[in-house]
């Protein structure tokens, strides 16, 4: 794939091209979640709702300045390692950095970009956290479940605890990206409104507060289980 010089890996409305595509493109998000703390990964497979929440976290994950890159099928499929190194690390500049450095025909095509990438997260949101929330339920029942059996096997437990990590940290990696983008997007609508002042300003403030609502709205507690040899995240 990537000796296709020239090629771009998107085709319509930026979506992976369907030749590349694969039920299992996103399936590394929640073991790399768990591999950026030191936590276990399960060696079990994944579960229809469990595949459908990695490959609902992908795009909040992803920065929103990557989706049109003629390489975005490397991040896709998990090659692209910059993503991992960049769980849960915060820089706001990044954004906007990325969003002057683009040659639009007039400023308002800033403020477009700017307001399309926020509508695009809000879109987003309800359906992740939907199936957030399943996987969560669905978790506590497996944890029921587990504590019932008296032939657990020590390694069908620690399968069923990482799987229950992986889970929780894919959520926790998606809550914590939200939070970013929304200072990424405030700090780019900030510093735009003073480099390039347009009226969009005011609809791109009124995006990103809805955006801001959706988040609020749609928080989970996600509680890893304790691993004896390495931390789990506890985030919302």
Not at 7 to 18: A, T, V
């Amino acid at each position: 794939m990537l000796a296709l010089s020239g090629c771009s890996g998107l085709g319509d409305y930026g979506r992976l091209h369907p030749d590349l595509d694969s039920d299992f493109i996103h399936d590394w998000v929640g073991r790399d979640a768990a591999r950026s703390v030191g936590a276990p990964v399960s060696n079990y497979y994944l579960t229809e709702d469990e595949r459908t929440l990695r490959d609902l976290a992908f795009p909040l994950i992803e920065p929103p300045y990557d989706r049109q890159r003629w390489d975005a099928v490397i991040s896709e499929y998990g090659i692209d390692r910059h993503i991992v190194y960049g769980l849960f690390v915060e820089n706001p500049t990044l954004y906007f950095a990325h969003l002057e450095a683009v040659d639009f025909r007039s400023s308002a095509g800033r403020y477009n970009r700017l307001i399309d990438d926020i509508r695009n997260d809000i879109v987003r949101i309800e359906p992740f956290f939907m199936t957030a929330r399943r996987v969560v339920d669905l978790d506590r029942r497996r944890e029921a479940s587990a504590a019932h059996i008296a032939d657990l096997t020590p390694a069908e437990r620690a399968n069923a605890d990482a799987r229950v990590g992986e889970n929780s940290l894919t959520i926790a990696w998606v809550s914590n990206s939200l939070r970013e983008r929304c200072a990424s997007y405030r700090y780019a609508l900030e510093h735009l409104s003073v480099a390039e002042p347009e009226p969009a300003a005011a609809e791109a403030d009124r995006a990103l507060t809805l955006l801001q609502q959706e988040i609020a709205a749609n928080r989970v507690v996600v509680v890893g289980p304790n691993f004896a040899a390495a931390p789990v995240a506890v985030a919302q």
